[in-house]
């Protein structure tokens, strides 16, 4: 018996042992790993989602703008024919107009490099504003003409005007030296002092004293960094740094066979580098007289950057500068048209079947399990059936959006009839018996009755299906619809076409800088294209959704 | 098992004609609620219940469904802490000490006060690993040695063990109803629980079954002081010592099961017991 | 051409359908309650018996066109000019025919050619006018017919209902016939390519070059073809993939579903799910973008060299993208869980930690499982991220920091460009197809099972 019944005060027991507690710690420690473990996890993913985000809002933003001169062209008659404008010299107007960006003696040479500032597209953007303004002949006209892609990209920093003289690596090997403490100040300036082995094998006595110093300058500084397997190395002794070596056994021949310690003068960009700089040289992708004329124009204030319009309204074209979305965002319109005009009906009518007529029997059961399996078949499985079926056996063109619409119709149609039936069972009994029960054929209890309740909810499936067709890609490189699309006349639906995903990953693999702010701006594109209807589908989704 | 010193508590002090105090004559107090309230967001569900628990007896919960029995075992070991927007006022003790104090730690109060519920929720996994799942997470065996004897005595005790020694690592699920629950109170009383609470235990299970946990429940009530919640008033009468009735979230009456059944204080008792609603 | 004629049967059964209501309507001389049926369905019976059989007829037609006028064309050639010719060169024959037909005409054509080209052309016109009649005899018939049978006692509705039905029949059938598409045009072409190439080669052999120029009358006539690599390097990339989605996506699931608060979790739930909608070739520049060269920075600065197209950052981009397949599926089957599992767990004094860990997760194991599966499917079966972030050149080997090849990139790039179904590099694709078909396709039936054995288990 406790001592409680002996005093008064009700004794308190410590509600668990000291061990248990400490287990309890332990049990607890455990419990707010596994969460932390949740929280990283979350986080890792919601992480990369941002930089994926990111790193898409950053290189695609500045393609949303594009650099553009407002050239000031005299269109000389006796370049252009005011009765055939279309013939023109234009290449020699534009050559004419930058003349004015250039030294009077600039060479011919020095002409072609300041005319490539301009898009290759320039002398045909003249054309047509004159071919449009026949009255224009004979006067100065100002046209906006976009800069090739590289001026581009300077003008929106991409690209700087200079570049660091040494690489990342050339300044390890520095500092690795300037550790060693061999990098000393000597007279004012700043040299390497190394020991140099006089190879005998290498240097004549002379005199005077000939040979490869060059070679022992080298090999000296190779000794210091028995590692270091390049030749970028030696860039950090000046030119005149063997001489050091020749003077010094000019001056006693003696040494040669010996080591000695020699002062080596740095060269330029190093010398720049010791002193606490960091040294530049200007970007090697620009000549001077291009920097000369862009700057130039620049100074004059007509260099400006309007919003994009042409990412939108162009075509594709090999010039990143010049090239655009409309024809991909046309194929692809057209291609989402004959998916859903196939996939739409079809997706409706067999939903409709197994929902509300199929007897359940094997047959019903097989498609039910068909249908399942399908939604998870590889995309591009169904890429293969397109082209070994609708372009092998049924004979259709490649690259056409009538082909492009079939095959997605076939990835989109599991999507929509499970969506459709999923409709279709939330249309309460209720409104069936009620039809029914007035002398309606069980037909047209569905066509005017349920189809209608539960048209929101499959037109809801129905986008979101289409949202997943919009961005499948690999389908479509099997059927070729990444065709090169340089203008939108003449698209339909049985003529050559790309689409979006497919000209994303199209300019993805073009080599030209340019192409990657592009792609990720006709990336973007197509995400703003998906977040509209997936926006779409939870309108209308709340808009209609009924509670019975 | 050894048996636990038991410690004679003296209730705190009750306010004026407290209907759930009752001194404790043979028994030691075990637990202890007073004015207890809870609310499930805004509504709430238990009004100013305050009844003492006794040791080494069983004491029944009665009274229509949704009167709130349920919910008050569940104050017992904590288990409303899980639910989302569930508040609790009033104090509950065992053995003297406030469960809901902040150094209480739901995790060992629920070694001391055990569960028992309606559904047997045997885990999917096997019968030694259902009754080693306690032991284990507590640190209750040194040794696998250790872990084995408890789970054989844990299910000699619930009276299990004849019924399964030879299939131990077989799954827990695949017993029969009775079974399941038989082993869901091995589970229980693994880990030397003082209180086990059952919740309408035999509500899914035959009359056999049901015989078979009642007579375990008067074999156990020797050792454990249980709690148990139930729908069947001849169960009550058959095995509880004590019974209390609730009704609309609020406890009527206690006493006695003898005089509960005969002589009810309060008239909504006899018109529960005598099955005029319900 | 073909258009006009679909606009032309449209319309014609449009007026049949106006037609047959008047003539409905006539026939009981106004009474429209003496009809049996409504006149919209003595209509549609009409329109429907106007424009499904030209329709059908159109499609049929389509079909055979094209392989009839190629044989037309064949027996029409001077004797003996297909002589020694094997099936591929014939092909090409045909092909350079159209191409010279069509007006593409590169290099000098031989007489042959072009007066095939000529026969060609007549025979297309031909064959599109005799379409055009034989398809609007075919719907002026269906009017004769159905029309005659409107009559007041003709019971309209139900012979409307029986084509519908059979409408709404051939639609679900639509699903077994694209598997059965799937399954037949890839077993044919891989027929055709195991013919050239022993099976034996491709699954057991070890070098995989379909892309070499192949000197004239080579023994193989076409590249190495052993499989493995590709097979080793899917596996290898599958895995990294599942090496990241499988602890980020399950121990997120665990989070969302049993700690976070649910305003974290409707917020946090929706951005996952955002990982699965992007589309993939999204996920492919990204890998090329940022992820690659990521690595290889961070490779350099410790001295280790990684591949610009390396199995793991294809794979550690792909993993990203299944992490909401892992983490949604698995916070399924956790959640499916019976929530008296958790209640006798805390009644244990279990933590939560610990009711995760010992009961949750091992009674959502099937679940989870399943979810592992169906991602594993997903993984083996993406293209886009790998045909842009992975190699081309097959390797064997199991270093992650090497470029590998998987069968996804090698069906893209031995089908992208022009594609002749007779050389073994283009069948080849069609035999890795069918690999892939078959392996995703028993994935799936597997997990989809251990799925609804699972949930069966709780219900």
Redesign the interface.
């Known amino acids: 018996m406790s001592d409680a019944a002996i005093g008064g005060v009700p004794p308190v027991r410590e509600f668990a042992s000291a061990e248990s507690n400490r287990r309890v710690r332990r049990r607890y420690a455990a419990d707010r790993r596994l969460q932390a473990y949740g929280i990283i996890a979350i986080g890792l993913a919601v992480g990369l989602l941002g930089i994926l985000v990111t790193s898409l809002v950053v290189t695609g933003f500045p393609a949303f703008v594009q650099t553009k001169v407002d050239l000031a062209t005299f269109v000389d008659p006796a370049k252009v024919d005011p009765k055939d404008p279309a013939a023109g010299n234009y290449r020699g107007l534009v050559r004419d107009a930058l003349a004015s960006f250039m030294p009077a003696d600039a060479t011919d040479k020095q002409k072609t490099e300041v005319t490539k500032i301009l898009t290759s597209d320039a002398p045909y953007i003249v054309r047509d504003y004159v071919v449009s303004h026949p009255d224009a002949i004979g006067k100065t006209i100002t046209v906006p003409i976009a800069m090739s892609d590289p001026f581009d990209q300077l003008n929106k920093g991409v690209i700087p005007k200079e570049v660091d003289a040494l690489s990342w690596s050339q300044v390890r090997y520095f500092e690795r030296l300037q550790n060693r403490g061999v990098v000393v100040e000597e007279g004012g300036r700043t040299s390497l002092k190394l020991d140099v082995y006089v190879d005998p094998a290498k240097i004549e006595p002379g005199p005077p004293p000939t040979g490869d110093c060059a070679a022992l300058a080298r090999d000296s500084l190779q000794a210091y960094l028995p590692d270091v397997h390049d030749t970028a190395l030696f860039a950090m002794l000046a030119d005149d740094a063997p001489d050091a070596i020749a003077k010094l056994v000019a001056s006693d021949p003696n040494l040669i066979g010996k080591t000695v310690q020699v002062s080596f003068p740095f060269s330029a960009p190093f010398a720049e580098l010791a002193e606490g700089k960091s040294p530049k040289v200007p970007n090697p992708r620009f000549t001077p007289s291009q920097i000369e004329a862009f700057d130039a124009m620049t100074a004059k204030g007509i260099v400006h950057m309007p919003f994009n319009w042409e990412l939108f309204f162009n075509a594709d074209s090999r010039f990143p500068e010049r090239a655009g979305l409309a024809g991909a965002i046309t194929g692809t319109f057209l291609m989402l048209l004959v998916s859903f005009a196939l996939s739409f009906p079809i997706g409706i009518a067999a939903a409709v079947y197994l929902e509300e007529f199929a007897p359940k029997n094997r047959l019903t059961d097989l498609i039910e399990v068909n249908i399942n399996n399908l939604a998870a078949v590889p995309s591009v499985v169904f890429g293969l059936l397109g082209l070994a079926v609708f372009i092998g056996f049924f004979g259709l063109p490649r690259s056409v959006p009538l082909v492009g619409g079939m095959v997605m119709s076939l990835i989109t149609l599991p999507t929509i009839i499970i969506a459709t039936r999923a409709a279709l069972k939330s249309v309460p009994p209720s409104i069936r018996e009620a039809a029914l029960g007035v002398g309606a054929s069980k037909h047209q209890v569905m066509l005017h009755h349920v189809l209608p309740l539960a048209m929101p909810g499959i037109l809801t499936g129905t986008i979101i299906g289409m949202a997943h067709a919009l961005g499948e890609t690999a389908p479509l490189l099997l059927i070729g619809m990444n065709a090169f699309i340089p203008s939108i006349e003449n698209m339909g639906i049985l003529e050559p076409a790309t689409t979006l995903p497919t000209q994303i990953y199209s300019w993805a693999d073009s080599p030209e800088r340019g192409f990657v702010s592009r792609t990720s701006a006709a990336i973007l594109v197509l995400l703003g294209f998906l977040v509209i209807m997936n926006l779409l589908a939870v309108v209308l989704r709340q808009r209609f959704e009924r509670k019975w | 098992m050894e048996a636990r010193p038991v410690i004679r508590v003296e209730a705190p002090a009750l306010p004026e004609k407290q209907e759930g105090a009752l001194p404790a004559e043979q028994h030691a107090l075990k637990m202890a609620a007073r004015d207890v309230n809870l609310w499930y967001g805004e509504k709430q569900a238990l009004f100013d219940v305050s009844l003492d628990i006794l040791d080494s007896s069983v004491t029944a919960l009665i009274g229509p469904s949704g009167c709130g029995k349920s919910t008050f075992l569940r104050c017992l070991n904590r288990m409303n802490d899980v639910i989302e927007g569930c508040t609790i006022t009033g104090d509950i003790t065992l053995d003297g000490q406030d469960i809901y104090a902040p150094q209480v730690d739901p995790v060992q109060l629920r070694a001391r006060v055990g569960m028992v519920f309606q559904k047997p929720n045997p885990f999917p996994k096997s019968i030694f690993e259902n009754v080693a799942y306690g032991p284990r997470i507590h640190g209750l065996a040194t040794s696998k040695a250790d872990l084995e004897e408890i789970v054989v005595t844990s299910l000699t005790k619930a009276g299990l063990f004849e019924e399964v020694k030879d299939r131990l690592q077989e799954s827990g699920t695949g017993l029969s109803g009775g079974q399941q629950q038989r082993l869901c109170i091995a589970r229980a009383i693994s880990v030397n629980p003082e209180v086990i609470l059952m919740d309408e235990p035999c509500s899914a299970l035959d009359p056999i079954a049901t015989a078979r946990i009642e007579a375990l429940m008067d074999e156990l009530k020797e050792n454990y002081c249980i709690v148990i919640v139930t729908h069947s008033m001849q169960q009550a009468a058959r095995v509880s010592q004590r019974t209390a009735f609730f009704h609309l979230g609020k406890l009527v009456e206690v006493d006695e099961t003898a005089k509960i059944f005969t002589n009810p204080t309060d008239v909504r008792t006899q018109d529960y017991i005598t099955g005029r609603f319900g | 051409m073909i258009g006009y004629l679909l606009l032309g049967i449209i319309a014609l059964s449009v007026f049949s359908y106006v037609f047959a209501r008047r003539r409905a309507v006539a026939a009981v001389g106004g009474r429209q309650h003496e009809l049996h049926s409504r006149p919209a369905y003595h209509g549609a019976f009409v329109a429907a018996w106007v424009g499904i059989p030209a329709f059908l007829l159109v499609l049929i037609w ?2 055979l066109q ?1 392989p009839v006028i190629n044989t037309l064309l064949l027996w029409s050639l001077p004797p003996g000019t297909t002589d020694g010719l094997d099936r591929g060169q014939i092909d090409l024959l045909l092909s350079e025919i159209r191409s010279v037909a069509a007006g593409n005409v590169f290099g000098e054509p031989s007489l042959v050619v072009q007066a095939a080209a000529e026969r060609y052309l007549r025979w297309q016109t031909i064959a599109s006018y005799a379409m055009v009649v034989v398809a609007l005899s075919v719907a002026l018939l269906g009017l004769l017919l159905a029309f005659r049978r409107i009559a007041p006692k003709f019971r309209a ?1 139900h012979a409307a ?1 029986r084509i ?2 059979g ?3 051939a ?6 016939l ?2 059965l ?2 399954l037949l ?2 077993l ?2 891989a027929l055709r390519f195991f013919e050239k190439v022993s099976p034996f080669e491709f699954f057991f052999g070890l070098n995989w070059e379909p892309q070499i120029p192949i000197r004239e009358g080579q023994v193989t006539a076409g590249g190495a073809f052993g499989a493995i690599p590709v097979f080793t390097g899917t596996l290898l990339i599958s895995a990294i993939a599942m090496l990241v989605a499988i ?6 699931a ?3 579903s049993e ?2 608060h ?1 305003k974290f979790r409707s917020v ?1 739930k929706p ?2 799910e ?2 699965a ?10 890998a ?3 992820v690659a060269p990521a690595m290889r920075n961070f490779g350099e600065l410790i001295g280790v060299p990684i591949a610009p197209n390396s199995a793991l950052a294809a794979g550690a981009v792909m993993g ?1 993208m299944i ?1 909401p397949f892992v ?1 949604s599926l698995s916070d399924d089957a956790i959640a499916a869980v ?1 929530r ?15 009711t ?4 949750l997760l ?2 959502a194991l099937p679940g989870i499982m399943g979810g592992i599966l ?1 991602a594993v ?2 993984a ?5 991220i790998v ?2 972030a992975a190699g081309i050149i097959a390797s064997l080997t199991a270093n992650p920091l090497e470029p590998v090849t998987t069968v ?1 990139v090698q ?2 790039t031995l ?2 460009g022009d ?1 002749e ?1 007779d050389n073994p590099k283009t069948l080849a ?2 035999a890795l ?1 069918l690999v ?2 078959l392996v ?2 028993a994935l ?2 597997l997990a ?1 099972r251990i799925v609804r054995k699972y949930r069966e ?1 709780y219900e």
């Open positions: 389509l079909t094209g509705r209902e519908l039905n409408l709404l029949i639609c679900s059938l639509i699903a077994i694209t598997t598409g799937i045009s890839l044919i072409e602890p980020v996506g399950l121990y997120s665990i989070y969302l700690y976070a649910p946090v951005l996952l955002l990982l909608g992007i589309p993939t070739v999204v996920y492919g520049f990204f090329v973008l940022t990203v992490i983490s019976p008296a599992m958790r209640d006798g767990s805390y009644a244990m004094g279990a933590t939560k930690g610990e995760i860990t010992k009961v091992p009674a169906l499917s997903r083996i079966g993406e293209t886009m045909v842009m996804t069906i893209v089908l992208i594609t179904f694709a069609f197809g892939l078909f995703t396709l799936n039936v989809l288990q």
